[in-house]
């Protein structure tokens, strides 16, 4: 097991990051949040999960041990695998993701892709006893950028979807106006629903 990796920032794209260690570049998928506190060239310290298929080995990388935490609570639902789980804490902080499920709030929990109602429901029972409460007293609220821009998250989740480059390029654009109408911090989930079903009708 990879409880970490460190080292400086070899490389950087959309959903990932290469951290050297040892001489060794190590591939790490991040969410858009952990990966706008990083900085090529610089020393990082990512906290890590490894999940293992039969063909491949990805590393996951995270801010710190808390989101770590909450990433693989996530995975012990029922349906979710690494893939919506980087989603869901794409869109929403480990804490706004706690205070979703403290609170039954579905409509957090849809408004990440790949979730629908019915998913949302079964995943609110399953995660009740399980994420805990909130660690924080305030904290994002729920739906709002965590740390990224609005347009890096946004990106970043849709190839983490498996849109291509060009794909989610376009589909930001189309979603702009409507980011720019909102001011302030606009609500990612909101977002990503509209970015999605731009994209299906392109399709």
Known sequence: MIAFVSGPVAALAP????????????AVQCTPGTLAGLRTGQQAKLATSLVVREDSLTLYGFADDDERQVFELLQTASGVGPRLAQAMLAVHSPDALRRAVSTGDEKALIAVPGIGKKGAQKLLLE?????????????????????????????????GLGYATREADEAVAAVAPQAEAAGGTPQVGQLLRAALQTLNRAR
């Open 15 to 26: 959903d990932s990051a290469v951290v050297e260690v040892g001489g060794i570049g190590i």
């Open 127 to 159: 995660l009740k006893d399980r994420l805990g409460a909130p660690l924080g007293p305030g904290g994002p609220a729920i739906g709002t950028a965590v740390t990224a821009s609005w347009r890096d998250q946004l990106h970043a989740a849709l190839v």
